[in-house]
C-alpha cells in the first residue's frame, strides 16, 4: 500500500484482505452490498461499549469460513472482526454506527482499523492514521483531527474545550464528509446573540455530545441555509439564523472566499468571544474567530496514498 499501516497492513494480513474486500465486493443481482469490519482490535469489547456510548452483541466466528462470515456484516449495526492473534467474531450494536464520526470514535474505542463499504458506496479505511475515503475515482486522506482541536482549542480562553472538540468533530467527519455546507456557532457565554436574525422556529434542544441527536441534527442543518448556533454547553438554540454584520464589520472585514465564510468572518467580528465553523460543500472546513481566521483543514487527495 501507499499509506503506511504498519506490520497491520502488510499483505496478507487480515486489514489488507479486508481493504481488498471492501473495494471488489461481491454484486447479487445488481446490487452491492455493504460491509464492515474491526481488525485487530487492542482493547477489550467491555471497554468498547463505554467509550462508544454503545452496546454491542460479540459471537465467535469459530471455524465457519470467512467470506461466509462476511455475507453478516452491513458495516453500519453489523460487523466483523478480525485479528491476527485472537479469534474472529461477529460483533453487532444495539445502534447504527455507520456514520464518518461513529467510526472514528469506535476505532478510538477499540484499538482497531476499522474498514467500511458504506451502503452508499464510498469506501473508508478510518485508524489513528486519521480517515482514507475512496469515492470510486480517488483516495482522500482526513488526518486526525487531535493537533487542529488542540490549537483551536488552545488559542479561546472561554470555551469549554470538549464542547468545540465534538463541534469540530461533527463539522469534520458528520458535515464536511457528506458534502454538507454550514456555520455552526459557539458562544462562550448566554443570551442574547449579537447579530443573529432567527428566521425559524425555536428548534428542540438537541445535544452536541449526544449521539442519538446527531442523525436529526445532520438531516435538519442538510436542508436550511444559515447559521446553526450552539449555547456553552452544547446544545442548539437556532437553526437557520441569519449573520447580520454591523456597518464597521462590513467596512473592517474584507471578503474571503464565498459569502458563508464571509458572514462567518464579520459576524465573529462583531461576537469576538464567538467560535464559528464553517464547512465548504466540498469538505474543507474553517474556524473563525474575532474577526479573523484562526485554522483550515484542507481535504487531503494523493494517490501515493491509495491503498
Do not use: K
Not at 91 to 111: K, M, N, W
Not at 178 to 189: D, Q
Not at 269 to 275: G, I
Request: contains cysteine; charged residues 25%.
Amino acid at each position: 500500500m501507499g499509506l503506511e499501516l504498519g506490520p497491520n497492513g502488510a499483505p496478507g494480513t487480515p486489514l489488507s484482505e479486508e481493504i481488498d474486500h471492501a473495494l471488489h465486493p461481491v454484486v447479487h443481482e445488481r446490487r452491492v452490498p455493504s460491509y464492515g469490519c474491526i481488525v485487530d482490535p487492542t482493547v477489550e469489547v467491555d471497554r468498547w461499549t463505554e467509550v462508544a456510548q454503545v452496546g454491542a452483541t460479540r459471537r465467535v466466528v469459530g471455524t465457519f469460513p470467512i467470506d461466509q462470515a462476511r455475507r453478516f456484516a452491513d458495516g453500519v449495526s453489523s460487523w466483523l472482526e478480525r485479528s491476527r492473534h485472537g479469534e474472529d467474531a461477529s460483533v453487532v450494536f444495539d445502534r447504527p454506527v455507520g456514520s464518518e464520526r461513529d467510526l472514528v470514535v469506535l476505532s478510538t474505542a477499540t484499538g482497531a482499523t476499522l474498514v467500511q463499504r458504506h451502503p452508499l458506496g464510498v469506501v473508508r479505511v478510518v485508524g489513528d492514521f486519521g480517515v482514507l475515503r475512496y469515492d470510486g475515482l480517488d483516495w482522500h486522506h482526513e488526518p486526525p483531527v487531535a493537533d487542529w482541536i488542540t490549537a483551536t482549542v488552545a488559542s479561546g480562553a472561554h470555551h469549554r474545550a470538549d464542547v468545540l472538540r465534538r463541534l469540530l468533530e461533527f463539522a469534520v467527519h458528520d458535515l464536511g464528509a457528506r458534502g454538507i455546507g454550514a456555520i455552526l456557532v459557539h458562544r462562550p457565554e448566554g443570551e442574547p446573540f449579537p447579530a443573529v436574525q432567527p428566521r425559524l422556529p425555536v428548534p428542540p434542544p438537541l445535544q452536541i455530545d449526544r449521539p442519538a441527536d446527531l442523525a436529526p441534527l445532520i438531516h435538519a442543518i442538510s436542508q436550511v441555509d444559515g447559521a446553526t448556533v450552539f449555547d456553552s454547553a452544547g446544545t442548539l438554540r437556532q437553526l437557520g439564523a441569519r449573520l447580520v454584520p454591523s456597518p464597521e464589520a462590513e467596512s473592517e472585514v474584507d471578503g474571503f472566499r464565498g459569502m458563508r465564510h464571509t458572514a462567518a468572518r464579520r459576524y465573529s467580528y462583531d461576537d469576538p468571544e464567538a467560535t464559528l465553523i464553517v464547512v465548504s460543500e466540498d469538505g474543507p472546513v474553517t474556524v473563525v474567530r474575532a474577526g479573523r481566521r484562526i485554522g483550515r483543514r484542507e481535504r487531503d487527495t494523493d494517490e501515493d496514498r491509495t491503498p
